[in-house]
């Protein structure tokens, strides 16, 4: 009897593992054909080489839990998250692996600001290595007509008869001077340009790849020659490496076709470390394709800051602008927290209209953005009067928000479930889930949870992405004793005066207060009417709610 994939232990992939499949499937990772076994995996971190002695920049490795019957001579089932069957991978090897080293050797740090630091430590202690059998790619099913795989765009170029091809490796959205930059980089070469955006994991707070290829697909349809340049989409997770993350993004076009990679100032540098240094040099990059690119075969075009000539009306080099002569530029933090945040229009000059009304529709400022108010305190602050009188306040500025009270909430969400700090732990992560999602969909939604436990606190915050507003009721005990007409400390301190604790917050369990909460408020000092001002205050000051008259 033929064995089925139920037979098979089974192992889902996460985001990078299901990219690193898809291009080990296609031919992406020429000339890796799985993951990587020890042998590979050792020189590569320590020398960019396979063990064959073939230039290979970063580890292409699949983690495994070891303990889970994963061993030499099994066959695991390689699975995305919704239990489709991807692959079999059978097992060769499993083989324990030295976490620092890895960081310090593909990563030149071990600092987890880095993100693929951070991902490693999250791993498990050992990499699965073997035969890979694909049965299919991960689905997707967006943006299809665009997905063309490597043999794909190798086909398309020489239907084009371009002798040579230079890519333009993104995962930002394209504004004016990409568009110059990139025209410019395929008059360089002599060639046509692939436009190869990332959709894949990117760096962390990354515009969602949906938005880009929008802003990609405007832009080169109306505004690029046809038949100079093509738009594909790669599925690849980035490591944010910087110089070795050059070699790979070369490497990986190559394998497309092209001929030619535009390398920037500081290409795939994750940022700044823990230190506030640069992780990488502005031009490692640039010197280790110098280095190593006619090993790989591609030539680099080095990525020159394009500025703005408002007196011209024309872009430049920054290197070629002669001296005394007026430029403007805006950065990418300026278009965010300038621009789209505060719902100021793009200036054309900047950004084609297409382009600037994709990112205004999908980055509403942030008066028309999602929001979640949390109040947390004790029991009796005066979290929930606060809350409803906050919800007719916010009306008033044409916000209109749903409540989540603690005791509706343990009747419908959380029914069933009791007082241990488990259960309080589950009950706030329900919460703080449903909170984020009617956040995360532009809705306003105000909770009124006792949430004792900063760490739980801290998750819904995350859940939110960052539109989260906490409200702190600190209330002395001995007010909100004073308020509790259920008698709920009453009970909780008889019980624990017959040495039957019941894990009441504020009696005989901790409550953890926020260390920076957006509002503070001690409720036996100010009125209620008072709260709802100061926290009306401090949404006006974040640009959640605009003035009076300002709309």
């Known amino acids: 009897m033929r064995a089925t994939a139920q037979d098979f232990p089974s192992l889902t992939l996460d985001e990078r593992g299901l990219c690193d499949l898809e291009l080990l499937a296609t031919g992406g990772f020429s000339p890796l054909t799985g993951f990587m076994g020890k042998a590979d995996y050792e020189r590569v971190v320590s020398e ?63 600092d987890a600001k880095h993100p693929s630091v951070a991902y490693l430590n999250k791993q498990p202690g050992h990499y699965a290595a073997g035969k890979l ?46 568009e110059e930059l990139t025209k410019r980089a395929a008059e360089q070469v002599g060639g046509g340009l692939l436009i190869h955006p990332v959709v894949g994991v990117t760096k962390p707070g990354d515009v969602d790849h949906f938005t880009r290829v929008r802003c990609y697909r405007a832009l080169v349809d109306d505004h690029y020659d046809n038949d100079s340049v093509v738009l594909s989409l790669l599925p690849l997770a980035m490591r944010m490496a910087g110089p070795r993350e050059a070699l790979f993004h070369a490497i990986i076009r190559r394998n497309f076709g092209c001929t030619h990679l535009i390398v920037g100032r500081d290409h795939a540098g994750p940022g700044n470390d823990s230190s506030g240094k640069p992780f990488y040099g502005p031009y490692d990059a640039q010197q280790t394709m110098q280095q190593y690119g006619d090993e790989i075969g591609m030539g680099m075009v080095d990525f020159k800051l394009m500025v703005y000539l408002p007196d011209e009306d024309r872009y430049c080099a920054v290197d070629e602008v ?6 403007a530029n805006i950065s990418g933090t300026q278009v965010r927290d300038d621009y789209l945040a505060k719902g100021v229009p793009l200036p054309e000059w900047f950004s084609r209209p297409a382009v600037a009304e994709i990112l205004r529709d999908t980055n509403p400022p942030k008066f028309n953005q999602g929001l979640t108010i949390w109040f947390t305190g004790l029991s009796g602050s005066g979290k929930s009067t606060i809350a409803h009188a906050l919800t007719e306040r916010l009306a008033e500025y044409g916000r209109n928000a749903s409540m989540l009270d603690g005791d509706e909430i343990r009747t419908h969400l959380s029914k069933g479930l009791g007082f241990s700090k488990e259960d309080r732990d589950t009950n706030i992560r329900r919460v703080g889930y449903v909170a984020g999602l009617v956040a995360q969909h532009g809705g306003t939604i105000l909770c009124s949870v006792i949430s004792p436990y900063r760490e739980t606190r801290d998750e819904a915050r995350k859940s939110s992405k960052g539109n989260f ?36 917050t504020g009696v005989d369990d901790p409550y953890e207060a926020p260390l920076n909460p957006e509002v503070t408020l001690d409720t036996s000092k100010l009125s209620v009417a008072e709260c709802a001002d100061a926290i009306i205050e401090k949404l006006l000051e974040l640009g959640y709610i605009l003035p009076h008259g300002h709309r």
């Open 322 to 327: 002669p001296e005394g002569t007026k430029t």
């Open 469 to 504: 507003v906490e409200v702190f009721c600190d209330t002395p005990l001995d007010v909100c004793e004073a308020r509790d007409v259920k008698g709920l400390y009453a009970k909780a301190r008889n019980a624990v005066a017959q040495g039957k604790p019941m894990g009441f």
């Open 48 to 110: 960019m080489r396979l063990a064959d002695g073939t230039l290979w920049p970063l580890p292409v490795t699949l983690p495994v839990d070891a303990s889970q019957g994963i061993a030499e001579g099994t066959t695991l089932a390689l699975r995305d998250v919704y239990g489709n069957l991807l692959a079999f991978l059978h097992v060769e090897e499993v083989y324990a692996y030295d976490k620092e080293a890895e960081a310090k050797g593909a990563f030149g740090t071990t």
């Open 133 to 178: 059998e694909v049965i299919r790619v991960p689905p997707h099913y967006d943006f299809v007509e665009l997905r063309k795989t490597p043999a794909e765009v190798r086909a398309l170029f020489a239907e084009k008869g371009w002798p040579k091809v230079v890519a333009f490796q993104t995962r930002n959205p394209l504004h004016r001077a990409h």
